[in-house]
């Protein structure tokens, strides 16, 4: 598939998620698109069970998701599934959306979000895998969801700074930054993304919990892209909201503050499915789960970086990664 076709292909996803999932066939998404490269097996063998099985996989429209929806393409069609590719859906909700009506059958999503997003809790689970549980067997009970395979990789939120910021001030936690703020608020302007600053397991939520004092934070509502280079500069803002995997935050040399009260979601990836559609092929989370294991912080924040710093096309550094770990081989 040409990157122009792969463009407009996505332009189409966007607006049929944006005005509702009803005009998901007026944009010719229903089924999806194919599988942009081709490969071959390699660990993951043909199973005879998925043999011509058609399975279309789906993501948020956002590097991370977008490599992770074709980690999954790739690592099925090895196996021998018949694959559409509708990745690069808008928004979370859209995506669920299209999960819960089944017009897509697996992709990977964050426990953070299934627990407070898509369930309505106020506060997260502490613990990585008591958070997974939870979100697991809630949303199984409540919506027939299968949550498995969950990895390593915690795409959770975080505040940055830059490593200049950080020798000149001495913050290098959370509670160092609320310190910093309630006493000299000019030396801690903060760069948010819109969503960040209203959400409570973001900005209002975070001051709560770190005991800033409301009058005194300092933070200046920008698009999250420029959040990273405005925080690397340091002119706009010195602390800045993120993605704690985006590939620009090693590219930058920005600098993670320690979470040290606990107060961020967790946001491990996980597959999810429809209940009926995992029993119907159990193999899946069988061929899935030895590639969510190595999907650590450090593994998934390079596919990032290759794609948002490299300007790589998210599809080829998926292959080349399951290549390279020796799931799949060049077809």
């Known amino acids: ?71 999954i393409e790739f690592a099925l069609s090895a196996a021998g599934a018949q694959v559409r590719d509708l990745t ?29 997003n898509y369930l309505g809790n106020e506060s997260p689970i502490p613990g990585t895998v008591e958070q997974f549980e939870a979100v697991r067997d809630a949303d199984r009970d409540a919506h027939g969801m299968v949550w498995a395979a969950m990895a390593p990789m ?3 939120y975080a505040i940055a700074t830059s490593a ?50 409301p009058d005194k934070a300092r933070k200046r509502i920008v698009q999250d892209a420029l959040v990273y280079q405005s925080t690397a500069d340091a002119t706009q803002c010195r602390f800045g909201s993120v993605a704690a995997t985006d590939g620009r935050i090693p590219a930058l040399n920005l600098q993670l503050l320690e979470d040290d009260l606990t107060f961020f979601p967790k946001y491990n990836a996980a597959l999810v499915m429809r209940e009926d559609f995992a029993k119907a092929n159990p193999r899946i989370i069988e061929i899935m789960t030895p590639i969510s294991d190595l999907l650590t912080n450090e593994s998934i924040t390079e596919l990032n970086r290759q794609v948002d710093v490299e300007g790589r096309e998210p599809a080829e550094v998926a292959r080349d990664w399951l290549i390279a770990e020796g799931f799949v081989t060049k077809g």
């Open 1 to 71: 598939m040409t990157g122009a076709v792969t463009r407009i292909r996505r332009s189409c996803a966007a607006f049929a998620a944006t005005v509702g999932l009803l005009l998901v066939a007026a944009c010719g998404l229903e089924a999806g698109s194919a599988v942009p490269l081709r490969v071959e097996p390699g660990s993951i063998r043909p199973v005879p069970e998925l043999d011509g099985v058609q399975i279309t996989v789906g993501s948020k429209d956002f590097t991370e998701q977008v490599v992770l929806g074709y980690l």
């Open 88 to 116: 690069n859906i808008v928004g979370s909700n859209s995506l669920r959306d299209a999960q819960i009506h089944g017009q897509v059958d697996i992709a990977y999503d964050y426990t953070g979000t299934g627990w407070i």
């Open 154 to 156: 915690n795409n959770t």
């Open 164 to 213: 200049a910021t950080a020798g000149e001030t001495g913050v290098r936690t959370l509670s160092d930054y609320a310190a910093l703020v309630n006493s000299d608020p000019d030396a801690a302007v903060t760069c948010v993304g819109t969503e960040f600053s209203v959400r409570q397991d973001g900005f209002p939520g975070l001051i709560a919990k770190y005991g800033i004092d």
